[in-house]
């Protein structure tokens, strides 16, 4: 007797409100929920570290000229380096930000911006995403269960992977620093580096202990195994780039399915139901 399907999707904290391909990944999802049954699953991939993935992109209610905003972080290391799941918010942007909203967004959306836990990026987006309203009318993610990959328990299920980063203590933060094995295969030779831009990184002392699961996430190409080994998915919503890099001949399992298209993808997703 065949399982039930499980509809899995993944993203980034994309933005303090979801970006709009991120909605479209949601409600491809429940489409197919409704055509074929089974549970859906956000793969929430908290554990990178790209400062410019939550980048904002809102319309002026009154001109609709788009304007970008971002999270502002405590210092230059963290925002750079440390996983989103580790860049705390200060409070002082909080409440500018919150303040400037009406400018953009109707008084639903700003009162749940408002009262968004200010702590750390990746637990903001998500108290955001699962409180706002999806085109229904229900929450956004109600129903859907989330699986984190900055969570301890996660990475300690996961299966061990070659290529990744990992968490490691420098300069007073968490940095996400890539891994990079010795030419020999000599672990000895390992080191751990983080990308300053262009040709130019800085690279870090392996610790003096062995890395352990829990401080290890993946990279874009190991990143399908990796969370396959933890979801179990039987169909993947997959953005239009996604498929370039995920190589689905690693999981024969999986039925891949583009999502469903949507205008000003990279916009934030700001509409309230009437």
Not at 80 to 89: A, E, H
Not at 119 to 135: E, H, I, S
Not at 219 to 224: E, K, M, N
Request: charged share 25%.
């Amino acid at each position: 007797m065949s399982r039930a399907p499980v509809i899995a999707f993944g993203q980034q904290p994309s933005g303090f409100f979801p970006k709009r391909f991120l909605v479209a990944k949601i409600l491809t999802a429940r489409r197919l929920q409704r055509e074929m049954g089974g549970e859906i699953v956000f793969f929430y991939h908290d554990a990178d570290h790209d400062p410019r993935e939550t980048k904002t992109t809102l319309r002026h209610r009154q001109s609709q000229q788009p304007l970008t905003y971002n999270f502002e972080f405590e210092n230059k290391l963290q925002r750079k380096f440390s996983p989103l799941y580790l860049k705390r918010i200060p409070p002082a942007w909080h409440r500018h930000m919150a303040g400037a909203l009406g400018n953009y967004v109707a008084k639903p959306l700003a009162e749940i911006f408002q009262t968004a836990p200010a702590g750390n990026v990746a637990d903001f987006c998500l108290d955001v995403y699962q409180r706002m309203p999806g085109p229904d009318g229900r929450p956004l993610l109600e129903g859907i269960r989330i699986v984190r990959s900055g969570d301890a328990a996660v990475r300690s299920e996961a299966c061990a992977i070659a290529d990744f980063f990992a968490d490691v203590p420098h300069g007073g933060e968490i940095v996400r620093a890539k891994h990079v094995g010795a030419a020999d295969g000599d672990p000895r030779g390992a080191s751990l580096q983080l990308h300053e831009g262009g040709p130019s990184f800085t690279t870090l002392p392996m610790p003096v202990t062995p890395l352990g699961k829990a401080q290890i996430s993946p990279t874009r190409d190991s990143r399908l195994l990796w969370m396959q080994s933890v979801l179990h998915c039987t169909h993947y919503v997959a953005g239009l780039g996604e498929r370039d890099y995920l190589h689905p001949d690693e999981t024969p399992e999986i039925t891949f399915i583009t999502r469903d298209a949507i205008d000003r993808q990279d916009e934030a997703w700001t509409e309230v139901p009437a």
